[in-house]
């Protein structure tokens, strides 16, 4: 795959052509996008071969959809919000397969920090919300204090009345319970790792 900086091409004359069946546009596309695209996938899938599909099939469904692209698309955004829901379909058909299903988990395991940083964005904060619930009333406060607004144990302790001990045990127990959830949702939480990398 040959990488070509996306200012050195007119988006909306390749964008007309593509939609009028235009072979070499969708090429130059092809070749201008794909390589990003890859890289991307692949560092969320973990396997080339699997990485290299997807992107096959994303670009086969841009194919398919030339007729109904709008030329002012931002087209980047355009690839990445398709290729986000490709990957999300990726996930959920994995949960079939519970050797490949085992290996993604390690692969969310690993870079679990990663996704719980990543539920403190805005876009994410309703999945916080949902790994929360989980909590009971002086977890979920002690969560809220340390790891989001930012607290120290002896902070959280003095405004809960609390020992910074018992703020401890609170937090552990919390991350254990966030973590299972994101683990045991995996689509959820290879979704939130593909939207960090595409931020990037």
């Avoid at 302790?157 to 254990?176: C, D, F």
Wanted: charged content about 30%; glycine content about 2%; proline content about 0%.
């Amino acid at each position: 795959m040959a990488l070509q900086h996306v200012k050195d091409i007119d988006q909306v004359d390749l964008l007309n052509r593509l939609r009028d069946s235009d072979e070499a546009a969708f090429t130059e596309l092809y070749k201008t996008y794909s390589l990003q695209m890859y890289a991307n996938t692949l560092k969320m899938v973990k396997d080339e071969q699997v990485a290299e599909e997807l992107v096959q099939e994303l670009f086969t469904k841009i194919w398919q959809k030339r007729e109904t692209i709008e030329v002012e698309v931002d087209f980047k955004s355009y690839l990445h919000k398709i290729g986000q829901n490709l990957v999300y379909d990726f996930f959920r058909k994995l949960q079939r397969d519970e050797r490949m299903y085992e290996r993604f988990k390690a692969v969310a395991t690993e870079h679990y920090s990663h996704i719980e940083e990543s539920l403190h964005l805005k876009q994410s904060e309703a999945v916080l919300e949902i790994a929360l619930s989980k909590l009971s009333v002086q977890q979920r406060k002690v969560y809220q204090l340390c790891k989001i607004d930012g607290f120290t144990y002896k902070q959280t302790a003095e405004r809960m009345g609390i020992s910074p001990h018992t703020v401890k045990e609170y937090l552990t127990k919390a991350n254990q319970i966030v973590k299972q959830y994101l683990l045991d949702n995996l689509d959820i939480s290879m979704t939130i790792l593909l939207f960090m990398f595409l931020r990037k």
